[in-house]
């Protein structure tokens, strides 16, 4: 039962025009793929237009990357994306950590085909590669969460509307990622995207925006500098425009390696770089790029409401369930997240099984999650960045009929936020870039702490793995950060320890050389004994890592190997 | 030597006689010394639209067979390690990566 | 080069002229540097002057001359590069540049559209062009989710209606040299 059933909850309910604007955009495609087999367009000229739509040539076939802008699926997406893995891949897609899913064997071909059928039910792959403004992301818990001061998805949605085919900024030096959040716990590594933006309620009900510019991973990781502490709503877009207007005429475009806008903040320097955004700003014609309350109005309306009425023994079923089933309530413990209404809650569906690869999930299981996030959850799944699913609006006294149902999908692993959460690019098991494997050295860790009650133990650790510099793994803003390269045709793997991607964000530092799979493993092995002898009671592993620092850890990790 | 295939992505192997093979045990095996040369003439099948970035492949001396020396070209004949029901793995192809 | 305007080739009355030419009658298009040195060029009578913008020059560089330009040319060494866009732009909401404002190198008709968008009127194009294709890309859509310097209606929400100035009818080509 919902509130209103003609618009998705918790996503940008399509309009008649924009479904138009879609078709367009798939047709267009069409033809740019018969013009590149007829020989009207070169591979040269066709690769930047078949980025802009998603689609890469990987290590086995093309690959399809769709948008899921700000993570946020409805039941009738989800079911359309299984049956796109059906019909046109091998069954199965992979959640990125940009909370889009991939396709991993498509054929070139039959990509329009794609692009028409996302259309139908409001998915694109607009943008989700190429020099130009990527997927918004943004928090997991958005609209759900009790700790939220401001639901970041509507101002997410514009976002995405503004930069969808922009005039300017689609031939930029280099990509540019874009997250935004609303809660004060920042969940979306806002200081490490191109622009990171923290929406925070001021007076009189307004919403203002704390502006990060030059944050970013990859070959130099960088954290964003602050350029506005409280920008108004009605000049974000503005604001937006002033930066990737400096961006677009500075930002170095002879290097590929330091085309990014992190880059370019480094270069002029922090001040220099905000002078010349505040002059830009200053200089445009506000009036045009004004964004009005009733424009925000208008799109926050086509964003259909969860439907909330829990009975007042929810709470009550769910602990006496917790009581009695003790593998149910260790689930809870560590999967779910408050809900800000009454006898609700959010809970995260792990995409980590023991032996599974991180973020994959079959058709099968897509299917199954549509079903249940209709029955239990308004019809809404989130992605998350952390390659996870969420249903984000739980009733309390239906969440144990829910978990007994995901138990058979495997869906039910209890390793939310643990040492076996582990965030993973595809690496060099499908991908042209990566220089190493990175699901087996994955799948080696979940084996190694495989033990429920270890995990348990070891406590909130967070595990990035990148196949390469290009970070898509995220490991530099890891609690333990893996990084695979090539040594002469051999994989090695370079740990990096102490990375945070919060409001506290750091880079991870190397505090040793690149091992073979297993010898990495086994130093993890040791960092986490020594964390267990060391730490003080209910101490993280961040914090002891930090009280006791880098030298002591690489003295007890490295010293055998 | 090998490609993608332009419509559909798939990884591709020079087989005598200019045919692209989907098997790597079909593939054409030259001579250090001639593979430039091989190279050159094969962007012909870029030029007509059939395949993709066409490179070399080095083979692993220590093997009979085709087998490449890197992991990667293993992965690209073979599929995904961690994936052995995908790829020509599942097909009975004999490259394994490692 | 075929010269492409409001999706039509079009005779180009431009000539481009050297550093170290003598000064024509016919409207010529100089080098920055010519402009900002040569006197005598920029106080010729009668003389219908354009520059060509170098593509790592703010267009603010060309504030000081801009009542005496009638032509901007924009370059985009590759259609890769964007930044012929935002010299476009800026030219338009910045400095109120009304002349004609002509974009010179690598450019796909897939393009067209965005350069309209950005203030850009002209397109030199290469030999056998179809402007058909051009006019086809930039038919695509009928509506933009941002604002641009065409100032465009408002459909609804962020959505302009796009105008493009572009003839519905594309037989009626005219034809020059």
């Known amino acids: 039962m919902r509130a209103n059933a003609t618009l998705p909850v918790g996503t940008y309910g399509y309009q008649p025009v924009d479904l138009a604007f879609l078709n367009d955009r798939a047709a267009q495609f069409s033809d740019q793929v018969a013009r590149r087999l007829s020989g009207d367009l070169s591979e040269d000229e066709f690769k930047p237009l078949r980025l802009m739509n998603g689609l890469y040539l990987q290590l086995h076939a093309y690959m399809l990357r769709v948008a899921i802008p700000y993570g946020v699926l409805s039941a009738a997406q989800l079911r359309r994306l299984a ?40 998915m694109h792959a607009i943008q989700t590669s190429g020099n130009c403004i990527r997927n918004i992301t943004s928090d997991e818990f958005a609209g759900a969460a009790a700790d939220e001061l401001v639901d970041p998805r509507v101002h997410a949605e514009i976002l995405r509307q503004w930069s969808t085919l922009h005039p300017e900024y689609s031939f930029l030096p280099r990509k540019f990622k874009f997250a935004i959040s609303g809660n004060p716990h920042d969940r979306v590594a806002a200081r490490f995207h191109d622009i990171g933006l923290i929406a925070t309620p001021g007076a009189d009900g307004a919403v203002g925006f704390e502006v990060f510019a030059g944050g970013g991973l ?10 506005r502490e409280w920008l108004p709503e009605h000049e974000l877009l503005a604001y937006m425009e002033a930066i990737l207007r400096v961006y677009n005429a500075y930002g170095r475009r002879d290097n590929l390696y330091k085309a990014r806008l992190k880059i370019l903040v480094q270069a002029l320097g922090r001040e220099a770089f905000a002078e010349k955004v505040e002059a830009e700003f200053a200089a445009i014609p506000k009036e045009r790029y004004r964004l009005g309350p009733d424009i925000v109005e208008a799109i926050r309306a086509r964003f259909g409401k969860p439907y909330l009425d829990a009975p007042e023994d929810a709470p009550a079923e769910l602990s006496k369930h917790r009581r009695r089933d003790h593998a149910f309530d260790l689930w809870v413990q560590t999967n779910s997240h408050p809900h800000r209404a009454a006898g609700y809650i959010s809970v995260v569906m792990s995409l980590k099984p023991n032996g599974g690869i991180p973020g994959d999930a079959s058709a099968v299981q897509m299917d199954a999650i549509a079903d249940l996030a209709e029955r239990f959850s308004s019809g809404e799944i989130r992605v998350t960045h952390l390659q996870n699913l969420v249903l984000g609006h739980v009733r309390q006294d239906e969440l144990y009929t829910l978990w007994q149902a995901l138990g058979p999908l495997g869906l039910a692993t209890p390793n939310r936020g643990l040492i076996t959460d582990i965030v993973c690019c595809p690496g060099l098991d499908y991908c042209s870039l990566a220089n190493a494997r990175s699901i087996p050295i994955a799948q080696r860790i979940n084996e190694r702490f495989a033990n429920v009650e270890l995990q348990q133990q070891i406590g909130p650790l967070r595990i990035n793995i990148s196949g390469c510099i290009n970070a898509c793994g995220h490991h530099h803003n890891a609690d333990i950060g893996i990084l695979g390269v090539d040594k002469k045709g051999e994989e090695f793997f370079q740990l990096t320890f102490g990375g945070r991607g919060e409001e506290d964000a750091a880079i991870g530092q190397i505090i040793g050389t690149a091992l073979p799979e297993s010898e990495a493993v086994n130093v993890i092995s040791r960092v986490i004994d020594t964390y267990l002898a060391r730490r003080v009671p209910n101490e993280r592993f961040r914090d002891t890592y930090r009280r006791l620092g880098a030298t002591f850890f690489k003295e007890a990790a490295y010293a055998a190997a | 030597m090998t490609a993608n295939r332009l419509r559909d992505g798939q990884v591709v192997w020079l087989a005598p006689e200019g045919r692209w093979a989907e098997e790597i045990a079909a593939a054409e095996v030259f001579d250090n010394g001639l593979i430039d040369e091989a190279i050159a003439r094969a962007r012909i099948f870029e030029e007509q639209r059939v395949v993709l970035d066409v490179y070399g492949v080095e083979l692993d001396p220590a093997h009979s067979g085709t087998v490449p020396v890197t992991e990667r070209e293993r992965i690209r004949a073979a599929g995904p390690s961690v994936r052995p029901d995908l790829g020509r793995q599942a097909k009975g192809a004999t490259v394994h990566a490692s | 080069m075929p010269l492409l305007e409001c999706g039509r080739i079009v005779r180009d009355s431009w000539q481009k002229l050297a550093d170290d030419a003598a000064l024509p009658s016919a409207p010529c298009i100089l080098s920055l540097s010519r402009l900002q040195q040569d006197e005598a060029v920029r106080t010729a009578p009668h003389l219908r002057l354009g520059v060509a913008l170098p593509v790592d020059q703010p267009a603010e560089v060309l504030a000081p001359y801009l009542d005496r330009l009638s032509l901007v040319a924009v370059n985009f060494s590759t259609f890769r590069d964007g930044r012929g866009f935002t010299q476009a732009r800026s030219l338009r909401e910045h400095l109120a540049f009304s002349g004609e404002i002509r974009a010179t190198g690598n450019i796909l008709p897939d393009q067209y559209a965005f350069l309209l968008r950005c203030g850009i009127t002209t397109v030199e194009t290469l030999d056998g062009t179809d402007p058909a294709a051009w006019q086809k890309a930039a038919d695509r859509f009928s509506f933009a989710y941002q604002p641009s310097v065409l100032k465009e209606p408002v459909l609804s929400g962020l959505r302009r209606t796009m105008r493009l100035g572009l003839p519905r009818d594309t037989d009626s080509q005219l034809i020059g040299n």
């Open chain 1, 218 to 227: 990859g070959r130099t990781p960088a954290i964003g500098i602050r350029l």
């Open chain 1, 83 to 122: 049956r796109i893995a059906r019909v046109y891949d091998r069954g199965y897609g992979h959640f990125t950590t940009r909370q889009n899913i991939q396709f991993n064997w498509i054929k070139l071909e039959e990509a329009p085909d794609i692009l028409a059928e996302l259309a139908e039910v409001g």
